[in-house]
């Protein structure tokens, strides 16, 4: 069973309305969060891509990406959990897990079940919420993986209802 229906949540990922690359974050992370996310994304196989700036490299620890001078290049993750769904994990600090997610990407129910899948195995491996924001929006989340229901929920009423 779907944790949510598409007819239910299309607006939260409408390009137009909350702007195409929402943020998702695990807040009050730590390091070990990080590599647990990291450990998780090759234990699943997912497609990974590390690089600084436009090098590509072999994927490093968390700590040793965290470790980094503020000045140096921008590192990111890049992880597919499936070949036609991206997530972009950047490391803006090591307290909270922060990525985006192409709405494009994300139309229909099966695309909206990967997502919620995706989010699921970041939010039990970690045991912590996964909450999706509107671009740019660090208020209220719309959607996130719930602990304690163990599944996606919606966090935020749909718009235009």
């Not at 994927?59 to 921008?74: F, G, M």
């Not at 994990?89 to 695309?111: C, S, T």
């Not at 996606?152 to 209802?161: D, F, Y």
Request: with cysteine; charged share 30%; proline share 8%.
């Amino acid at each position: 069973m779907a944790d949510l229906l598409w007819d239910d949540v299309s607006c939260f990922f409408d390009p137009d309305l909350m702007g195409s690359l929402p943020d998702v974050r695990v807040p009050d992370a730590s390091v070990e969060d990080w590599q647990a996310v990291l450990d998780l994304a090759a234990e699943r196989g997912w497609k990974r891509q590390y690089s600084e700036g436009a090098a590509v490299l072999p994927v490093p620890r968390a700590e040793a990406v965290l470790s980094r001078p503020a000045d140096a290049e921008c590192p990111i993750v890049r992880v597919w959990p499936t070949a036609d769904v991206l997530a972009i994990f950047r490391f803006p600090a090591d307290n909270e897990v922060d990525f985006d997610v192409d709405l494009r990407e994300l139309q229909g129910q099966e695309r909206l079940d990967v997502f919620c899948g995706f989010l699921r195995e970041i939010g039990r491996r970690l045991g912590k919420p996964v909450l999706m924001h509107p671009e740019g929006d660090d208020g209220h989340p719309v959607l996130g993986f719930d602990v304690e229901a163990d599944r996606v929920v919606l966090l935020a009423e749909p718009r235009g209802r």
